[in-house]
């Protein structure tokens, strides 16, 4: 299957290669080229761009590790190796990531070179932002990671060591405030339209930049290198997001050709040749409100812009019911709305059949897809239009930080004033991804102030405040899971951080799965089985080790944790 994906999307991996290969060809070239009419090194605005795109796809979904991560944080299910937990040695997805990483940060280290020889502050400000975002992220999925040696292969350094993940974070948290610096000049060329984030709005990536430091910040707070004074001094500055316009986001367009710039859980879902993704019951059952321990009976308007089900209400799975017996021969359906998937960890009978006019979609928030209008239909690559954002960091996370924050004592202020804050923002992005979709659909409703929003986020804040301590901080990075949904790296993060929200256990003793459709084929949760440990860091790729003589011997994911997680 893994195989099948690989070269299914080899298109991107190919360009990967092709710039390698260009750079290294252009290195050689470029030291006989005296052409003084043409130039031998690339501009910083083409430089930018490509750090840009290559920063855009760090973690996301086809070839990177976001099939792995939405496994992980229980929002999206498959029958590949991720599934319990079980991801291998040799992952193609995770090694793809590893080589996008380190491929854009030799980019990265050009553009910063280069605008530093120049004195062109402003794109040093943003490429050195864009070197401590991707650092973060080795650290946060790996650990110990190269650094100091990763981009001085010109250097003659073929085998880079590992520098310690502590002194990574050290040097991120330095580097951003250096960023700042250069930023604040407002020196030399300025960025335009090849600043695909910010379009060379100089104050918004500063207030980026502060707020992506309190992200690191709050991951750090239960760790010994938590950094009170320079944390109170980031609080002081007071220079953080302060709209949904601020959001640190890559866009994702309707093009498909020379190079497809849709949303790649889009293309995962939507334009698959087999279907390899399926929405989580596990998410669908919090969101219904079905799960007795979080969120019970309050169903979240947010589910027909989360999901598009293929059939509708009552309506009985074609692909391999049996009408004559009433057996839908379904995994997990729920026959009152059509939702239609597998099971985290499923042994059941139909978990692994093809049932591709049944299942349920990711729907048009996460990933440019389609409204469920409760209409049902069957999905094809032409039912949305894939513009939907990769977010990855927005107004509405850092509100939830800060709930977060207020709540464990580190920043003053009102945890239920905040968190209520969080999820209206949450609605509103909802309603501007629609908003920028392009979709045809005519009437999607929208969701801010509507008087569904205004229920569920009342009885959440009733359930915040009935709640002790524990539960507080589990609704309010309950709430960030679910308003975060399509993009799992900082899910993935937080899961390790906090332990919420609690997910699926198919070792449980206690009921997993609480949909009843009152037929005479239940969910049987005996069914679902979990053979391997949570993976608490991924592993490093095989083939770094294998080439690298410095490389340390491989971890065990189970229990190598990341210096933050306690």
Not at 29 to 42: F, Q
Not at 61 to 73: A, E, H, I, P
Not at 466 to 481: C, P, S, V
Not at 504 to 524: C, H, M, R, V, W
């Amino acid at each position: 299957m893994k195989l099948i994906k690989t070269l299914k999307h080899n298109n991107t991996i190919f360009g990967l290669l092709l710039s390698s290969i260009l750079l290294v060809s252009c290195n050689g070239y470029l030291d006989v080229d005296t052409d003084t009419d043409n130039p031998t090194i690339a501009p910083l605005n083409y430089l930018l761009t490509s750090t840009q795109v290559s920063l855009g796809k760090t973690t996301g979904f086809q070839d990177y590790s976001g099939d792995v991560l939405q496994v992980y944080t229980h929002q999206m299910t498959v029958k590949e190796e991720q599934d319990q937990y079980g991801t291998k040695v040799n992952n193609v997805t995770v090694q793809n990531d590893w080589d996008n990483l380190y491929l854009t940060l030799t980019d990265i280290q050009s553009l910063i070179q280069q605008s530093s020889e120049s004195g062109d502050l402003i794109y040093l400000g943003i490429a050195q932002l864009e070197k401590a975002y991707l650092m973060s992220v080795a650290v946060d999925l790996w650990g110990d990671v190269p650094y100091t040696d990763a981009t001085l292969l010109k250097g003659g350094i073929v085998a880079p060591k590992f520098d310690n993940q502590i002194d990574i974070y050290k040097s991120v948290l330095t580097l951003i405030e250096t960023a700042k610096t250069n930023l604040k000049t407002n020196t030399g060329l300025e960025p335009g339209a090849d600043d695909l984030f910010y379009g060379g709005d100089t104050d918004k990536w500063i207030r980026f930049a502060n707020t992506f430091k309190l992200k690191l910040y709050n991951q750090m707070r239960l760790s010994s290198e938590f950094d009170q004074t320079g944390f109170n001094a980031l609080i002081a500055e007071n220079n953080f997001f302060t709209s949904i316009d601020d959001d640190f986001q890559f866009q994702h367009t309707a093009n498909s050709s020379p190079s497809d710039e849709r949303n790649p859980l889009f293309l995962e879902s939507y334009n698959s040749s087999q279907f390899t993704t399926y929405m989580s019951p596990w998410f669908y059952e919090i969101m219904m409100g079905m799960n007795p321990n979080i969120h019970n009976g309050n169903k979240d308007p947010r589910i027909n812009y989360y999901f598009f089900n293929q059939l509708k209400a009552g309506q009985f799975p074609p692909d391999l019911g049996d009408t004559a017996t009433g057996n839908p021969k379904a995994d997990y359906w729920d026959a009152s709305t059509g939702f239609f998937s597998i099971r985290f960890g499923s042994q059941g009978p139909w978990s692994s059949f093809s049932t591709e006019n049944s299942n349920t979609y990711p729907g048009i928030f996460p990933c440019g897809g389609r409204y469920d209008d409760g209409e049902g239909a069957v999905i094809d690559v032409k039912s949305g239009t894939g513009i939907a954002p990769h977010r990855i960091l927005t107004y509405d996370e850092f509100l939830y930080i800060q709930a977060e924050l207020i709540q464990a004592g580190k920043l003053t202020g009102n945890a239920a004033t905040k968190l209520q804050q969080a999820i209206t923002a949450s609605f509103a992005k909802v309603d501007q991804v629609v908003e920028n979709s392009k979709t045809t659909q005519t009437d999607i409703p929208v969701l801010s102030g509507s008087s569904k929003a205004t229920t569920f986020i009342n009885k959440i804040m009733t359930e915040f405040t009935n709640g002790d301590n524990t539960k507080k901080l589990e609704i309010i990075m309950t709430q960030k899971w679910v308003a975060t949904f399509g993009d799992p790296m900082d899910q993935y993060t937080d899961y390790r951080r906090t332990g919420f929200p609690i997910l699926a256990n198919p070792n449980s003793t206690s009921k997993e799965y609480q949909l009843d459709n009152g037929d005479d084929f239940p969910i049987d949760d005996s069914e679902t089985v979990l053979k391997n440990p949570y993976q608490l860091s991924l592993y490093w790729p095989l083939s770094e080790l294998n080439l690298n003589k410095n490389a340390p011997a491989q971890k065990n994911p189970a229990t190598y944790k990341i210096f933050w997680d306690n």
